[in-house]
């Protein structure tokens, strides 16, 4: 009897806490527009060292709210090959299992742009962030690509997700082309990273009141750079972008059940 009421406290302050901290998401969207960038914005620089600001901002403020879903016993999480990440041209491409892996892959990347879903630039909580971190709009497909390709040429690193949605369990993974095309014309370095979370949460058929039946765990598996050689030298190249993409998808639908057990 004791047991199950302290189950059920604990599921109650979980349902409490998730709520909490999507409330304080909401309001340091706001306090990062009405306060934090207008100030970045009359600070002197190029438009490289003001997108350079806003995204170290933005890498902070998910720092912080990974942190508090940790602290407040919502979620625990792990990395493995972290020493992979943050380098200069690196176009990152992951699986999308979950709403919350987006925001914890910049919490862990100070400098990472990434493509936006055009209905988000309309989102007032989220639009700020957006424009001052210089986010990639998909609204148009060639520019999106263009941009994407030219950030990576510069140095800057870039975050994908080719499913362009959160996954559907238990289906095989479906990925747009983009990203392959981005990393082909690109021709800079491609690490894979795979998510998994346990128990199921957030995912594109869940509200966020429908918490799982305990804390979850997400887990984060930076893989070795994908050599690209062999699909460069692919003609013509939308065959090239085609068998990379294929490449991709079986790759993550390998390693999402390799890992479809972990942290159970």
């Known amino acids: 009897m004791a ?29 990062l527009w009405l306060v934090v960038f207008p100030v970045l914005a009359i600070l002197p620089g190029t438009r490289l060292q003001k997108i350079s600001r806003g995204q170290r901002v933005v890498h902070y403020s998910f720092y912080f709210f990974i942190g508090l879903m940790r602290k407040m016993g919502i979620m625990t999480y792990e990395i ?4 992979r990440l943050n380098r200069p041209g690196q176009l990152i491409i992951a699986n999308h299992p979950t709403l919350i892996d987006v925001v914890f892959l910049i919490s862990r990347i100070k400098h990472a742009n990434c493509i936006v879903k055009e209905s988000l630039w309309h989102n007032p909580f ?11 709009s998909n609204d148009d497909p060639e520019k999106m690509i263009a941009e994407c390709v030219a950030w990576l040429q510069s140095g800057g690193s870039m975050i994908i997700f080719p499913e362009g949605t959160r996954s559907v369990s238990g289906k095989p993974c479906h990925f747009q082309r983009g990203a392959a ?8 370095i ?25 804390r979850f765990h997400l887990a984060m598996h930076v893989e070795h750079d994908i050599a690209l ?22 790759y993550f639908t390998q390693q999402r059940e390799r890992y479809k057990h972990y942290g159970k």
């Open 3 to 31: 047991q199950k009421v302290i189950q059920k406290l604990n599921y109650c302050w979980r349902l409490f806490a998730t709520g909490f901290s999507f409330f304080t998401f909401g309001m340091g969207g706001l306090l």
């Open 80 to 83: 493995n090959g972290f020493e």
């Open 126 to 136: 989220m639009r700020s962030a957006i424009l001052n971190a210089g986010y990639i």
């Open 181 to 188: 095309a981005i990393a082909l014309q690109a021709n800079k």
């Open 190 to 214: 491609v690490t894979p990273v795979t998510l998994s979370c346990y128990p199921s949460t957030l995912t594109k058929a869940e509200h966020w009141y429908q918490i799982p039946e305990r």
């Open 229 to 250: 050689d062999e699909f460069i030298q692919i003609q013509p190249h939308s065959i090239a972008v085609r068998r990379f993409n294929q490449y991709l998808q079986d």
